[in-house]
């Protein structure tokens, strides 16, 4: 483990900054990815906090955590832009204060991970870069060099996302992602997923992330349009009450009492779609504030994203994990302490939902 001391630097505009040394640091290009890497680090009472932007990184440090999580949500801009909100993300840190560094990446290689992993490269000076995407407990695994398994089509070689030397290691299981971390020596710029951040967290010493459950009521908010979701709440039933939002326009009246799904849906104006994803933050929102809900889970990336800005989360404490991939949070608002779950419109089987509602039931 690493000592946490505080520790005295200047930023790059100048301004003198206070902040604990972190044991470890998560660069992630999605707000999904970053909670879902940092929640590894989360058991044992440990401070792990996930910036939702680069901006909010002071308010994060001063939260004092022992891991911090950084979303620069720049998986699907130009690779310059990206670069650049990396250096702004990095900007408030100093290397020396930073035990361990985990670049965060798509698990199917997607996004501008080499200019990224260039800019943090130039601010970390690592001796090597140690990239294993690999997912044992999903399925996914590297094989002589490339991703392969469950949702990739066809092996992609990892060495091709980068410039210059990186070490692909073979993983084909937890413990050959537990073989390569204790390889670890020097000072390493770790590049991979959940399995890889999984791992560092073991190597330190870290108990695995709690398991809850959700508490009664829940709100579910579905801003995604993905058939996967879709498919998970027509599976729901009469276990809820079921709200739909036209063209992101919630509808008004009394809240309803119970656990609410609210779903956005084409009401056929023919709005932007960044539109009709605004007004389902605002309404999100509005419609929370009375139903009051002891548990909110979003569905879609964005739309939390946008949710969590209507009520003015920049930064979030990890502190367990419903499933693997489901992350939760604990976070303060109008009505008081409220659990917090983001799930990505692709992730989970059609049963996911209703086992998730049904153990909330159970738990009264």
């Known amino acids: 483990m690493f000592r946490i001391s505080e520790v005295r630097y200047i930023t790059t505009t100048g301004k003198l900054v206070n902040c604990m040394a972190l044991d470890t640091l998560i660069l992630a290009d999605d707000l999904t990815g970053a909670l879902d890497s940092a929640v590894g680090f989360s058991g044992g009472g440990r401070s792990v906090i996930v910036a939702r932007s680069p901006v909010a990184v002071p308010e994060a440090l001063a939260r004092a955590p022992n891991v911090l999580a950084i979303n620069t949500s720049s998986r699907e801009i130009r690779a310059e832009d990206a670069a650049r909100r990396v250096g702004e993300a990095l900007a408030h840190l100093d290397p020396a204060a930073v035990g361990r560094v985990l670049k965060k990446v798509d698990s199917r290689l997607k996004g501008n991970i080499m200019a990224e992993v260039e800019a943090l490269e130039r601010w970390f000076a690592p001796d090597r870069r140690v990239a294993c995407p690999a997912i044992p407990g999903m399925g996914r695994r590297v094989t002589h060099g490339a991703l392969e398994g469950s949702g990739v089509d066809q092996p992609i070689p990892v060495a091709d996302c980068f410039v210059g030397r990186v070490e ?17 020596t020097g000072r390493v710029l770790w590049i991979g997923a959940r399995g890889l951040a999984f791992a560092l967290a073991r190597a330190s010493g870290v108990a695995a992330p709690e398991v809850t459950r959700l508490q009664p009521s ?41 656990r609410l799904v609210l779903s956005i849906s084409d009401g056929g104006a023919g709005i932007s779609g960044l539109e009709a994803a605004a007004r389902f933050a605002r309404g999100t929102a509005q419609l929370a504030r009375q139903v009051k809900p002891a548990a909110l889970l979003i569905c879609g990336g964005e739309s939390a994203q946008a949710v969590l800005d209507q009520f003015g989360l920049n930064s979030l404490q990890v502190s367990a994990e419903l499933r693997p991939g489901l992350p939760v949070c604990e976070v303060q608002t109008d009505w008081g302490r409220v659990q917090v779950v983001t799930k990505s419109g692709g992730f989970g089987a059609p049963g996911l939902l209703a086992e998730i509602l049904d153990e909330t039931v159970m738990q009264r």
């Open 218 to 258: 829940v709100m579910i908010a579905n801003g995604s349009r993905d058939p996967v979701t879709r498919a998970q709440i027509a599976t729901l039933g009469g276990r809820v009450t079921r709200l739909d939002a036209p063209d992101g326009i919630v509808p008004e009246g009394t809240a309803p009492h119970g």
């Open 168 to 184: 692909v290691p073979d993983v084909a299981s937890d413990a050959d992602l537990d073989e390569v971390v204790q390889g670890g």
